[in-house]
T-cell receptor
């Protein structure tokens, strides 16, 4: 079945450090891929998405590229800020229109 | 402007006392979802409505029910909350087209005493 495997956390970085959170997927066909962010005590917010191979999603300095050959959708940011501290979820939506979430990666950015 | 609204944001109930959580949307989306999220875990889909059609996940306990009286509103009823039902409950909507983004509300945190 469809699934998402996400890098285990927690991740702690200093401000202005480079961030990578790995995400790989298993799916039938060509799913759409998403990154959602959840700030403490809040619901999930869509961060970025990509709907086909080689698409790059980007938002607020975050980027992720849909790599069909490696079935990956890694999240990157060149310079993190304290305000980026949150939990990040990789997700896909497959042929059945059901969302599959990864387990989430907690990021803490320290000044 | 809020697009998916959940009320209340925090709910305290007693063990076994029925509770209802509310979700409304201004997006006119066809599909509404309810997820349960426990601490440090991914959201778990409980059920969803496509228009008036109700779709229950196979492992959703009978204790959880839902109503969608119109396009804008959807309710989650927990008939007899147990301590294990304490969680964040997230409502989401989507247009319903294939592979469409889901938009989430801020969630309701439920505490069971």
């Amino acid at each position: 079945g469809d699934s998402v495997t996400q890098m285990e956390g927690p991740v702690t970085l200093s401000e202005e450090a480079f961030l990578t959170i790995n995400c790989t997927y298993t799916a039938t066909g060509y799913p759409s891929l998403f990154w959602y962010v959840q700030y403490p005590g809040e619901g999930l917010q869509l961060l970025l998405k990509a709907t086909k191979a080689d698409d790059k999603g980007s938002n607020k300095g975050f980027e992720a590229t849909y790599r069909k050959e490696t079935t990956s959708f890694h999240l990157e940011k060149g310079s993190v800020q304290v305000s980026d501290s949150a939990v990040y979820f990789c997700a896909l939506i497959g042929l059945g229109n059901q969302f599959y979430f990864g387990t989430g990666t907690s990021l803490t950015v320290i000044p | 402007d809020a697009m998916v609204i959940q009320n209340p944001r925090y709910q305290v109930t007693q063990f076994g006392k029925p509770v209802t959580l509310s979700c409304s949307q201004t997006l006119n989306h066809n599909v509404m979802y309810w997820y349960q999220q426990k601490s440090s875990q991914a959201p778990k889909l409980l059920f969803h409505y496509y228009d008036k059609d109700f779709n229950n996940e196979a492992d959703t306990p009978d204790n959880f029910q839902s109503r969608r009286p119109n396009t804008s509103f959807c309710f989650l009823d927990i008939r007899s909350p147990g301590l294990g039902d304490a969680a964040m409950y997230l409502c989401a909507t989507s247009r319903g087209d294939r592979q469409e983004t889901q938009y989430f509300g801020p969630g309701t945190r439920l505490l069971v005493l």
